[in-house]
């Protein structure tokens, strides 16, 4: 065997070594024990292998991106996923004592726009530039991130800096919710007059959607898939709308999970590589879904006891989802078992549609006090309440939203108010 036969001999076992390991890391860390085992003894691979967290998933996307030439197509306007801030938090791992907590920084907070009516929902870009609100009066504001940030610096010699870059009004009923595609310039919305509607936010003059979906019930959740080419919507139905943006088929599950009359879908999202999704319902329940089949493949009934569930986020390593509902209560549950693994306290909602989002380093959740009218963190590691500031909102707000990329957020009032907040310098 020449040198070269060896060297590539060589390599092959260790890129085989190492696919081992991450499909025992992948089937232990999703709780297919039995699985890992099995694949562990046939390959003489450890059963306690270390892998960074959905490694193995990661590398499938990755590669399937550039099988499909979705890393090199562009679009002419680049919206790149910065890495997160910190590695993963194992939150199912043994929580810190009391005391321990860590502060959340002070924030500064500036009014930003009215709507004509209740601001009901935000959602920043993928790259932390814009940021969109969509009204009960049907419209949709487009700010830019930077331009916001101009306001809160002393007056400038030109005059005061204008945010809102576009406003767009085309639905005939209240927006409920809206997502950018991870790769351009596309802004959706969902709203309850049954349609969903495609903005292009690089078209300064344009004011109405140039494409429309029109669904059969009112459309109160909406979610983009990571590659941009399918998008998940929520409704008065019980079961998850998965549509190709190409072609606007709709698909819809064949394994259909025991929902209730009341089983409308407050919030659906997929995860960061679009391998699940996660549905929060009216019923209260929390559902899993396989972002491949469609299928359900967990159903947490009761996860807010009879109350329901009004929110639902994945962590960025897919681990866990963090729910919140009209029972005042938020949960940290982990996806591979189903398991509650934390619950964070002491804030009252049991009216709005509340949500409960982490900041951008997973190291704190922010939600709402109705009651007290209240924006609340958590440490989000030992359950701790740490922070509790006024709203500055006439009344509580109604939705809450995380920069990606930075200590900022948007929060929406019942007083048609949009405030923005960032880190103190």
């Known amino acids: 065997m020449d040198n070269s036969s060896s060297e590539q001999t060589v390599q092959d076992g260790k890129l085989y070594r190492n696919l081992n390991s991450l499909i025992v890391a992948h089937l232990r860390d999703n709780s297919l024990t039995q699985a890992a085992s099995a694949v562990a003894s046939a390959t003489m691979t450890p059963l306690n292998v270390e892998a960074p967290p959905n490694r193995l998933l990661d590398l499938v996307a990755k590669g399937l991106a550039v099988e499909k030439g979705d890393i090199t197509r562009g679009t002419g306007f680049t919206a790149t996923l910065p890495l997160p801030h910190t590695t993963a938090i194992d939150f199912s791992s043994v929580p810190d004592v009391k005391g321990s907590s860590k502060s959340f920084p002070k924030h500064e907070t500036r009014h930003l726009s009215e709507h004509k009516n209740i ?23 487009l700010f830019e991130v930077s331009k916001i940030k101009q306001m809160l610096l002393p007056e400038a010699k030109d005059g005061p800096v204008r945010p809102v870059i576009r406003t767009y009004y085309d639905h005939i ?25 495609f903005f292009d936010i690089s078209k300064t003059n344009a004011k109405r959607a140039y494409r429309v979906i029109q669904d059969t019930h009112n459309v109160r959740s909406v979610s983009f898939h990571p590659s941009g080419d399918f998008l998940l919507a929520g409704t008065d139905h019980a079961i998850p709308h998965l549509y190709d943006i190409n072609t606007f088929q709709c698909y819809l599950s064949a394994n259909i999970p025991e929902t209730s009359p009341s089983g409308a879908i407050n919030q659906i999202r997929y995860s960061c590589t679009g391998s699940m999704y996660v549905t929060a319902s009216k019923d209260g329940a929390i559902r899993l879904w396989d972002g491949i089949t469609a299928n359900c493949v967990r159903s947490i009934t009761a996860a807010h006891g009879t109350a329901e569930a009004t929110s639902a986020i994945f962590t960025k390593d897919q681990r866990f989802v963090l729910s919140c509902g009209k029972d005042s209560t938020l949960k940290l549950w982990e996806v591979g078992s189903g398991r509650l693994v934390k619950q964070y306290l002491g804030a009252i909602h049991t009216q709005l549609r509340c949500q409960a989002i982490f900041n951008e380093t997973e190291e704190f959740i922010l939600s709402i006090d109705e009651l007290s009218n209240e924006i609340v963190i958590w440490d989000a590691m030992t359950t701790e ?41």
């Open 173 to 197: 009923q209240p927006i409920n919710d809206l997502d950018f595609h991870p790769q351009g310039t596309i802004l959706i919305s969902g709203a309850k007059d049954q349609t969903i509607k």
């Open 385 to 425: 309440k740490v922070a509790k500031w006024p709203s500055n909102h006439v009344g509580a707000p109604r939705w809450l939203e995380h920069s990606p990329i930075e200590s900022a957020f948007i929060s929406c009032g019942t007083d048609r108010s949009v405030r923005f907040w960032k880190e103190t310098v």
């Open 119 to 141: 601001a009901r929902c935000a959602r920043f870009s993928a790259d932390g530039r814009f940021v969109a609100t969509g009204s009960a009066d049907t419209s949709i504001k």
